[in-house]
């Protein structure tokens, strides 16, 4: 189907701003300010957020997850949601999102290198996971390549939102494998009643030399305004790992070069060789650097509110290179240039400006009860440096606009309606643009019911979304009519939200990513080439899903159970072949299917008080194939995680021990992972008596100091996960 493409969002960013300044003169928001004694609308207490129930990690005091997405109470559609807050987040807190995450079930992460590891949702990646901020996309290029850093700052996030399954419905195509919502601060959504409130958070530590802070100020400003501010900066060295940086198989593969070189009579090539395999200890040229600052401004009326944002994001970080290509080699200085064998080192500066807006119109006790807007602007610069010299540049400036409707709770029926836009200018500059110049235009209406049948709730969503992209320099245009849908049956035993008991039908569809159908060229940050394909149709996937949810005697569980049968599936698939001295990616189509198992379960062991001690288990298994039984590439393995938490006197420790399985069943050209077992402790407590707004934690991870490689990253033969690491911490709230 053609449709007419809009112009440049010029337009439509200045129509949708008019709109949301049009909704603060409706008359509903001249309504007085709610009671500011009520500390729902206030928010002027955080202890909720510094002293999180130790045993369970819930919001609604049931044992389940309920998300800010709203219409659907429990949600059950998106089966498997997560939240990571308070103690858990402080105690995970990583320069990027994809480690953040990676302890939970079913996420892993890319770790292509410490400046840049995305998250990995049962075994999906890349366009099939959508990293927001707070329901609107980072529009960012994290999606097109894994050596790209998330335009993210967690150091200022409030939450973390894990939507495991179809978040297409919700959230767009680019969310067919799930999506990860972090919820900040910069738009304030409460009242104050206080006269400032403060939230800080330091850290610092030993395997990446990290030295960060972050600070976050809201001020009211009269009757009906409040103010917010942040900043933060992090800053890293090359990181501290075990052992060689290479994998065994990669390290012998080049000392056969280094003989091979060395019979050869080419001695210098052979040195440099021999001091890439001897390399140890250190993982060169992994340093980072980052610094963030943003402002926001809401209006409160009644139960209405608008806020508006402004930020900026900058990131320098190193891209370690793979022995052999060329860009292996650096000293362990943690500086740009040259390394020790003369070598340029590669490295990413990327900056981001970023707009937002977010309002809520109160409409009263008709059929819908509130209007929701949201609208998220950014103009992005990403330049992957050689040395000093500018390799490639990539620009992206885009829009994402979305509505809701929410409609009155009717006792029996609930429920959402809403629209989305997204817009995405898209060019890379330089010898070796390896993606065509292109632009992405979306559009979408959706719905999302619930209707309750006591101890039976059956849910319903449904998606219809075009998508044009377009490459003007190739003269090629793709139109793609969308379609998605997910039926949930949901039974409570006892009627009470306890425990839920459910299975899911999906049927989700996406069209292919720019950078899929153009690319066509070296990227020398991934050490590869990398070829699309214009003909690539859309892929779609037909799931179910099985869960179980909520409070089983004393303990807390979440299990699934799910299956993916995949039509015309797109994937980057290693060649074999060589081009430019570079190994050859290609994208590929074909049909595939998914299948997986993730757990929690937490369970209270014992409990009096002044002491408890609480046992967290957690677990997944992903086995992904092609029709023709080929294992696709860079899978998961099966990885699982038991934990002890205790609490004494206002003291919480933790042990917990997490296991990582081979992974053996690989894609052509693709190398096995060995297993590993990490063992990490962590303590946090409170070190001024009667506040508990004030929390230190000192944690160890690795403490026996193993060698792991994430299965999911692209460089995972020379990029280990980091060595024993002690880090200390301190966030407070005034």
Known sequence: MLYHKPNPPRCVASSLVALAFSLAAVPGLAQSAPDTADPDATGSSRSSQIEDDLHNRNV???????????????????????????????????????????????????????????????GFEGERVKVLIDGIGAIDVSNTSADHAVSVEPLTAERIEILRGPAVLLYGS???????????????????????????????????????????????????????????????????????????????????????????????????????????????????????????????????????????????????????????????GGEEGEGEGGEEQVSIGLKQFR??????????????????????????????????????????????????????????????????????????????????????????????????????????????????????????????????????????????????????????????????????????ATQAFEIGNVDLTKESAWGLEGFVRGEVGPATVSVSVFQNWFDDYIFLQATGAEEDDLPVFQYLQSDADYFGIEGEVKLPLLQSDRFTLGADLRGSYIEAKLDDGTPLPRIPPFSALAALDAGFAGIDGRVEVQYFGEQDEIAPFETTTDDFTFVNVSLAFSPLRGNDLVRVMVKADNIFDVTGRRHASFTKDFVPLAGRNFKVSLLASF
């Open 60 to 122: 609604d005091g049931s044992g389940l997850i309920v998300v800010t997405a709203p219409g659907l109470e429990q949600l059950d559609v998106l089966a498997g949601t997560s939240l990571v807050e308070g103690r858990e987040l402080q105690r995970e807190m990583n320069g990027q999102i994809g480690e953040i995450l990676a302890k939970q079930p079913g996420v892993s992460a890319t770790s292509f290198s410490p400046g840049a590891s995305r998250p990995v949702l049962r």
């Open 355 to 524: 707009a937002d807006m977010r309002g809520e119109l109160a409409l009263g006790d008709g059929f819908f009860s509130m209007l929701r807007t949201r609208v998220g602007y950014s103009d992005y610069t990403h330049t992957e440096f050689e040395g000093d010299e500018v390799g490639t540049v990539f620009d992206v400036s885009g829009i994402e606009a979305r509505a809701e409707l929410i409609q009155n709770d009717s006792g029996r029926l609930g429920g959402t309606l809403g629209a989305q836009y997204y817009y995405r200018d898209f060019e890379a500059i330089g010898d070796e643009a390896f993606v065509a110049p292109n632009r992405t235009d979306q559009f979408a209406i959706f719905a999302l019911q619930e209707y309750d049948l006591d101890s039976f709730q059956i849910e319903g969503a449904a998606r219809y979304e075009m998508a044009n992209i377009e490459s003007v320099p190739l003269g090629v245009e793709r139109d793609f009519d969308l379609f998605s849908g997910a039926l949930s049956l949901v039974y409570e035993p006892g009627g009470d939200d306890r425990l839920r008991i459910g299975i899911t039908g999906s049927r989700a569809e996406r069209a292919p990513g720019g950078e899929e159908l153009f690319a066509n060229g070296p990227h020398i």
């Open 174 to 332: 680019q969310a067919i494998g799930g999506a990860v919502n972090i919820i900040d601060k910069r738009i304030p959504t409460r009242r104050l009643n206080e006269p400032f409130h403060l939230d800080v958070l330091a850290e610092a530590d030993t395997a990446y030399d990290l030295r960060s802070g972050a600070a976050s100020l809201d001020l009211p400003l009269g009757e009906y305004f409040v103010a917010h501010v942040d900043g933060s900066y992090r800053n890293t060295g090359d990181l501290e790992v075990p052992g060689f940086t290479l994998s065994p198989a990669l390290r012998a593969d080049i000392l056969a070069d280094v003989a091979e070189e060395t019979a050869e009579g080419n001695l210098e090539e052979a040195a440099e060789l021999q001091e890439a395999a001897d390399q140890r200890g250190i993982l060169p040229n992994s340093y980072t650097e980052t610094y963030s600052v943003n402002g926001g401004l809401t209006l409160f009326a009644g139960e209405s509110n608008l806020g508006f944002s402004a930020g900026y994001y900058d990131s320098t970080y190193g891209v370690p290179g793979r022995p052999g290509t060329g860009h292996a080699h650096g000293d362990e």
